[in-house]
């Protein structure tokens, strides 16, 4: 599992720039599906048959991370950036960044700002003026945060991007537990969910599914100052609920709960205040499907040490193989 995560993390996969990152999971699926292809949205498709072909599942994990895109450079050869998705900029700043390319910088905010927001932000790369910054980067390259992988005593690890990479493990680390799905299986590795789950809406109306459940990562209230919710890191898969872009069908909640107690695994409920995930793109696809999501408690989300418990990554590979096999009857 932590070998899955730390290949993931590798990746370059900012929003809209998933195809490294896809044709890595591709291998890492290729024995576990029936079938792998991609659509022109760029989300990643395995598919696996089932006993029963006359229903199909769908699991999502998305596969994109925020980060930026440039903007301008201005005439000292600095950099400037827009977000890709929900940025803190305070937690981004002085830091190393990426661009698609290779190019290395440090992300800075000017001196004497007194608004700390992605405007006042820039990236320096070492250039001397405009043109030489030029050779480089151009406006409309992406970039990322870069970040190794912290350990945090036996079990627990702190890096950036967890969310999503880490559902994208979850449900990659699961398929090689399921044998035979109860019905035809779509494990989905989307795009830009970060910006509005938008491959998940494209893919979840190709494929149709009676029952779609997604993987993504869900804050925790176990930090010192965070209130509102229950959810702990190490308190087990954490099955949602709600959140701001879903009401979770009540069949999904019930019987991931039931499949949690009957096969031991750890488990606590999710209700989540903020925030969307594809969960809601299956819900309404077509004429609609039975809809929930598995979440992985995560601390600092959208942080660049975004804090996991390998614990909750095991039960939740778990109770996705368990559901894939045993279904809903
Ligand atoms: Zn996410």
Redesign the pocket.
Known sequence: MYNTIKKYISCFSVTGSEKYLADVIAEDMAPYADSITTDPMGNLICFKKGKDSSKRMMFAA?MDEIGFVVTYIEKNGYIRVSNVGGINAVASSSHEVEFINGTKGVLIFESGATEYNVKKLYVDIGAKDRKDAEKKVHVGDYLALTQNIVRLGNRRIAGKAM??RL?CAVIAEAAKLIKTPAYDTYFVFTTQ??VGLRGSKAAANAILPLYGIAC??TPTYDTIGSQGGEVALGGGAAIKVKDSSVICSKKVVDRLAELAEKNKIKYQYEVLLAGG?DTASMQVAGAGCYAGCISVPCRYVHQPVETIDLKDCEASVKLFAAIAEEGFE
């Open positions: 998305h969310d999503d559902g969910e970060e993504d990562v995930t």
